[in-house]
């Protein structure tokens, strides 16, 4: 890619916004106020808004590798801290993609250095539900499945903050674990049970 294309690019992008609404970037300037807050992977190949046909301003976007929400990641944390308190969200999606790097890397056995402590919590998701996955004989399969669970899992990770409890409880906030399909381009709701999963584990978690 020559990069300076990329210039090139953002210019012929203004003069479109510009074409279509006159005042777009005094509008675009003056604030944001998003209802959904997405949690997605880093992949080139999963672009945030626009799989989701949304314009500027719509989506506060937090990417990592594997979409992951690991209570330690102080990005992470603060994302979700400032979502909910400061740009009062009403939605939090976390968004896995099928054939993620991320997921398949934490299924093999290989010293990847500093990707290790982080690939890490996808082979905690693996521990957790090892029973359910070695149900599957075919590796495909497996895969496909631990990216949907590691969905489910980052999802109640986002129900373990104090901020998401407070917007839960105040019904500010619904939560919703979404799965991207590189080979269809299809956005699907996994349409996870919250209420059964969180049923036997809210006690330990629970922080008021
Ligand atoms: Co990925």
Request: net charge negative; aromatic share 8%.
């Amino acid at each position: 890619m020559d990069i300076q294309q990329i210039f090139r690019n953002n210019k012929k992008w203004i003069a479109e916004k510009l074409r279509l609404n006159k005042e777009f970037f005094k509008q675009l300037s003056e604030d944001q106020n998003p209802d959904v807050l997405y949690i997605g992977c880093c992949d080139s190949r999963v672009p945030a808004e626009e799989i989701m046909g949304v314009h500027p301003g719509q989506i506060f976007v937090h990417r990592n590798i594997a979409n992951m929400v690991p209570n330690t990641d102080l990005s992470t944390m603060s994302v979700i801290n400032y979502a909910i308190l400061h740009l009062q969200v009403k939605h939090i999606v976390v968004c896995g993609h099928y054939d993620c790097g991320g997921i398949k890397a934490a299924m093999q056995p290989a010293d990847l250095g500093i990707l290790n402590p982080w690939l890490r919590n996808i082979r905690d998701v693996y521990r957790l539900h090892k029973e359910e996955l070695s149900l599957l004989e075919d590796d495909k399969e497996k895969y496909d499945r631990l990216v949907e669970l590691n969905v489910q899992e980052q999802c109640v990770n986002v129900i373990k903050t104090a901020e998401a409890q407070n917007a839960i409880q105040a019904k500010q906030v619904t939560v919703h674990g979404w799965v991207f399909n590189l080979k269809t381009g299809q956005l699907v709701d996994l349409n996870i049970d919250f209420d059964n999963i969180l049923k036997d584990i809210m006690d330990i978690y629970r922080l008021s």
